[in-house]
């Protein structure tokens, strides 16, 4: 025990509490009351903020296929392709940017894709579609 017997009763008296030495023994009385729900007779509404959040379309942009071969990505080529991508796909949507190859892609790459979606699509990520649903 923390305190001697001499101290937890000065402490009970205190708090206005009657002391029992059977509690101190671990007997715990209990009541005949059946225990009440006093959260479900409130009557709080349990909201679940999972149901009002919008579905979302999530759609994969292939990065390799901007590069030629697959693999490598020449500057001219890859803003030619940029130019004739019809970007409209991604109207409304999370776009989760990713490459399928093991190409090196330099990051002014993704800037571009940046300002190609900019305006259409909700979002653009670099994770993979399975962890932004985990998000949600």
């Excluded at 008296?13 to 029992?20: P, V, Y």
């Excluded at 225990?35 to 903020?49: C, P, S």
């Excluded at 296929?65 to 693999?71: V, Y």
Aim: some cysteine; charged content about 25%.
């Amino acid at each position: 025990m923390l305190f001697s017997i001499p101290r937890e009763k000065q402490f009970l008296e205190i708090l206005s509490i009657e002391f029992h030495s059977s509690f101190f023994n671990s007997t715990y009385i209990m009541s005949d009351l059946p225990i009440r729900n006093r959260v479900a007779e409130a009557g709080i509404y349990e909201l679940n903020l999972l149901e009002l959040q919008p579905e979302l379309d999530i759609e994969t942009l292939d990065i390799s296929q901007f590069l030629h071969e697959g693999l490598i990505l020449i500057e001219k080529e890859f803003k030619a392709a940029m130019q004739q991508f019809d970007w409209s796909v991604f109207s409304e949507k999370i776009v989760c940017l990713t490459c399928t190859t093991d190409a090196i892609i330099p990051q002014w790459a993704y800037l571009i894709f940046a300002e190609k979606l900019k305006g259409i699509a909700l979002e653009i990520s670099l994770e993979k579609p399975e962890s932004i649903q985990h998000k949600k």
